[in-house]
């Protein structure tokens, strides 16, 4: 519903600067918020985006206002943190849906073994296998398979055709998304006589507490031990987790970032997209990692690498500022050439005249 600028700042107690009965009808992103709109600004190094921004009115920190006033003659309402104000407004004007009380629908195939907590959805179409325990209120969608034996705690979440291979664990408050494949073996095989062989993998996954999967990521199962997910951990979609890794809390991973097997991270792990990370390599803690980077090597805990192989950032950007000058750089080889055979050309002739005939004293 319509809100006026002055009930929003009320709803994320802030100060309005400006018109403060403007109607708003909804949120939309800064550069595209139109005047009946509200929207944010985050960074204050980019107030100057403020000139072009149409929005009625703008979440903004107290200590921005006065540049932003500068920038745009829209309302302004100071907040400690826009994002998070914006979000609350976002949710007035868009709540989320609320979570049906569904029960167990009599199309999904639920072994009489599976155990399932209260509270729990399971839609038509889902298929619980012999042994599996699921805790309270979770929601197990259309297409869910999960395998013999697999455990999951309260709340968990997943998502259209997520597939849970036998025996994984999930911890509480677990997210899996759509098309995601947690427990499948890991690649592992062995040359016998010219052929490939597999390596049976008998070990587990365990996703812990308050972890989200995307969609279509796959954490594959230990060859023995256990594939671990770390508490709080973030996987974007397309993201693989090879066989044996053991992945600390609350690390996140951006999309299509692939781990070797036997790989270790310590907690709050950064790695921007398409990172390749190569098997059994460990990477401490507050690492990042900049996007499409190759890891060949351990990464020690609090650096920041990017590039492939991998490297300390003002390594890296020591040789991107070199490589930038490498026209240049051969253009000047080029003139040097050009001189040094211009004087060999002059030293030449000296070189190649016949010695002088030495000098005959009179009798």
């Excluded at 009808?25 to 709109?37: M, R, S, Y």
């Excluded at 036998?166 to 006589?193: S, W």
Aim: aromatic share 4%; glycine share 10%; with cysteine.
């Amino acid at each position: 519903m319509p809100a006026t600028i002055q009930a929003l700042a009320d709803l994320v107690e802030g100060q309005v600067h400006g018109a403060a009965d403007l109607l708003i009808q909804e949120v939309a992103p800064l550069q595209k918020a139109q005047p009946d709109q509200l929207t944010y600004l985050e960074d204050p190094k980019k107030v100057a985006k403020l000139r072009t921004c149409q929005a009625g009115a703008i979440l903004v920190t107290p200590a921005v206002v006065e540049a932003a006033r500068g920038a745009t003659a829209a309302t302004l309402i100071a907040v400690a943190e826009p994002q998070a104000a914006f979000i609350q407004v976002m949710l007035h004007f868009r709540p989320l849906r609320s979570r049906p009380a569904l029960g167990i629908d009599q199309r999904a195939v639920i072994s009489p073994t599976a155990k399932i907590g209260t509270g729990t959805n399971v839609w038509p179409g889902a298929t619980i296998a012999d042994g599996v325990v699921i805790g309270k209120n979770c929601d197990i969608h259309p297409g869910v398979v999960i395998g013999p034996g697999c455990r999951l705690g309260d709340e968990c979440v997943l998502h259209p055709n997520a597939v849970l291979y036998h025996d994984v664990t999930l911890g509480q408050r677990v997210i899996i998304h759509a098309n995601a494949v947690i427990g499948a073996d890991g690649f592992g095989y062995r040359m016998v006589r010219g052929q490939f062989v597999r390596i049976p993998h008998t070990g587990t996954v365990i996703v812990e507490d308050d972890v989200e999967i995307g969609a279509c990521a796959t954490v594959d199962r230990a060859m023995v031990g256990a594939t671990v997910i770390g508490m709080g951990t973030k996987i974007d979609n397309l993201v693989m987790i090879a066989h044996n890794c053991e992945i600390g809390r609350h690390n996140a991973f951006a999309s299509q970032v692939g781990f070797a097997g036997s790989c270790k991270t310590g907690d709050y792990v950064r790695c921007g997209g398409q990172v390749g990370v190569a098997d059994h390599i460990t990477i401490g803690s507050q690492a990042a990692l900049g996007g499409k980077s190759g890891v060949m090597g351990d990464i020690p805990e609090k650096a920041t690498y990017y590039g492939v192989p991998a490297a300390p950032d003002m390594e890296q950007i020591r040789i991107h500022l070199a490589l930038r000058k490498l026209p240049d750089l051969r253009d000047q080889v080029k003139e040097l050439e050009k001189t040094v055979k211009a004087l060999q050309k002059q030293l030449q002739p000296a070189s190649a005249a016949p010695p002088a005939a030495p000098a005959v004293e009179a009798a």
